[in-house]
């Protein structure tokens, strides 16, 4: 901005200036001179025929999960234990150093028990009981069916260890 200011000021200046016998060749040197010096750099005749190769480095911030999956999955945080998983949205949970896949299948007519899918596990767990599917520990201490026009879902409530 400041190189852009100044040309104009330096065109207006030879313009106006009773020494207007200056020659467009000299302008330009001095407006090539100017904008090297802009950065606080001077140029020497040797070094205006090199040129600089800037090359743009990106930055990727990497998480555990890619935006499809964020999407597919309730990613559980390993300190809570209480959660809440529905039928149309699986949840990962980091346990005892492996993520494991938690999903709801279905519940009961009675919405008395529901079934429980850990990662390749599967099994009913009633309301109020607590069961071991693939080394994780689950607790069911609710369990509902939510039908709508749009949707069918079901969810439990579960404590997951």
């Not at 852009?4 to 000299?26: D, H, K, M, R, W």
């Not at 299948?105 to 990662?119: G, H, K």
């Amino acid at each position: 901005m400041k190189s852009g200011i100044f040309i104009i000021l330096l065109f207006f200046l030879a313009a106006c200036s009773p020494e207007t016998e200056q020659t467009v060749e000299n302008v330009t040197n001095t407006i090539n001179k100017t904008s090297a010096n802009v950065s606080g750099y001077e140029t020497t005749d040797s070094e205006k025929n090199k040129t600089t190769v800037i090359e743009e480095q990106k930055t990727e911030d990497k998480t555990e999960q890619d935006e499809s999956e964020a999407q597919k999955y309730d990613i559980l945080d390993p300190s809570q234990n209480n959660a809440s998983v529905s039928s149309n949205l699986p949840a990962k949970k980091w346990i005892k150093g492996a993520t494991h896949l938690i999903e709801v299948i279905d519940v009961t007519e009675n919405s008395d028990a529901c079934i429980i899918r850990v990662d390749n596990s599967t099994d009913l767990i009633d309301v109020g009981e607590t069961k071991t599917l693939n080394g994780v520990k689950i607790y069911v201490s609710d369990a509902r069916i939510f039908n709508s026009v749009a949707e069918d879902k079901d969810v439990c409530e579960l404590v997951i260890s």
